[in-house]
Nanobody, 119 residues
Framework: QVQVKESGGGSVQAGDSLTLSCVAS????????MGWFRQPPGKGRQSVAS????????FYRDSVKGRFTISRDIPKNTIFLHMNNLEPEDTGVYYC????????????WGQGTQVTVSS
């Protein structure tokens, strides 16, 4: 089992930047990908960005392309989400997740960290 814990959330104003981090523990050798999800107020959880542990493949939600960057530090079992030019629409609870089977859904989830962007 893999455990993940995210941190770095906070309250910022539109246009500001914020970086989230997430460290995985447990059976980290099984990780095949890690990513970030978010849940805006009153809405369902949505994928934000992900990065493969097996290749250089990345995925970004269209609305964050050019503003957010996901990065990884495999030896430290860590990923980051660098968020620039934040918008109020980016507000939500951000979750880190890990996948432990290639091609499988993310199956290890963090507790979430709140990101609030004020206009």
């Amino acid at each position: 089992q893999v455990q993940v814990k995210e941190s770095g959330g906070g309250s910022v104003q539109a246009g500001d930047s914020l970086t989230l981090s997430c460290v995985a523990s447990g059976r980290t050798s099984n990780i095949t990908a890690m990513g970030w999800f978010r849940q805006p107020p009153g809405k369902g959880r949505q994928s934000v960005a992900s990065i493969s542990w097996l290749s250089t493949s990345t995925f970004y939600r269209d609305s964050v392309k050019g503003r957010f960057t996901i990065s990884r530090d495999i030896p430290k079992n860590t990923i980051f989400l660098h968020m620039n030019n934040l918008e109020p629409e980016d507000t939500g609870v951000y979750y880190c997740a890990a996948a432990t089977q290639a091609g499988a859904p993310f199956d290890s989830w963090g507790q979430g960290t709140q990101v609030t962007v004020s206009s």
